[in-house]
């Protein structure tokens, strides 16, 4: 089994699994985008096999959380993790998956400076005014795009903050990053009407709002 002790000063002893570091360890969730298996140790072979998580679509990729980085006796990373799926019959069970980046990748954007987002979810999403999305302020329908103004951390799991003050979610599978030198859109162009129309259709503002998106024909997409 996996030792639960923090990693000693002097060198491990080979053939041991252990935690590959001393420091308070930051929680954070995965999502299985290839076939996974789930293991009673860091060190996996098929006896210690919990279950198998098959590909499945973003929406409903195979979620983990993450409570621990560990090495296995070949010295392979492997994340410590508990089964958070509601539907899955290993539902709240602990165990070991590879922590390859083909295999597994975080469930929330952490990285992102200012940058648009595109909504992917079927069902939308909405803009909250606090970043624990409560007091909802908006419905942003699948294919509109945002501009965000940073990331920021809610518990273990992270909120964009649009520039227009809402917060909505950073999850992969709802909201992808938009390409770059991707114009608004006609899409992203009628949202920003809507939310600031005020400003926008006085008089003195409308040739200067025009300009902000970029229009694109059917042809150009």
């Known amino acids: 089994m996996a030792s639960q002790q923090r990693v000693p000063q002097h060198r491990t002893k080979p053939g041991h699994d252990h935690q590959t570091t ?9 999502n299985a985008i290839r076939k996974i298996g789930l293991y009673r140790t860091a060190t996996f072979s098929p006896h210690r096999r919990i279950a198998w998580y098959h590909p499945q ?8 959380m993450v409570v621990g980085l560990f090495l296995s006796k070949h010295g392979r990373l492997r994340y410590k993790v508990k089964d958070v799926n509601h539907a899955s019959k290993t539902y709240g069970v602990m165990g070991y998956i590879t922590a390859r980046w083909e295999f597994v990748q975080p469930t929330y954007y952490q990285h992102v400076r200012r940058a648009k987002i595109v909504v992917v979810n079927a069902h939308g999403i909405n803009g909250y005014r606090r970043p624990d999305l409560t007091e909802k302020q908006a419905h942003y329908a699948q294919g509109e795009h945002l ?3 940073r990331l920021v951390h809610h518990r273990l799991a992270m909120r964009f903050q649009l520039t227009n003050g809402q917060y909505v979610t950073a999850n992969r599978h709802l909201v992808r990053l938009a390409p770059k030198g991707h114009g608004l859109g006609l899409t992203g162009f009628m949202t920003f009407l809507q939310h600031h129309w005020r400003w926008a259709t006085t008089p003195t503002n409308i040739p200067h709002f025009l300009t902000v998106g970029k229009v694109r024909s059917p042809r150009q997409r």
């Not at 679509?57 to 983990?64: G, I, P, R, T």
């Open 57 to 64: 679509e973003s929406a409903v990729q195979a979620q983990f």
């Open 147 to 149: 501009v965000v103004r």
């Open 22 to 30: 001393q420091r308070r360890f930051q929680r954070f969730d995965v």
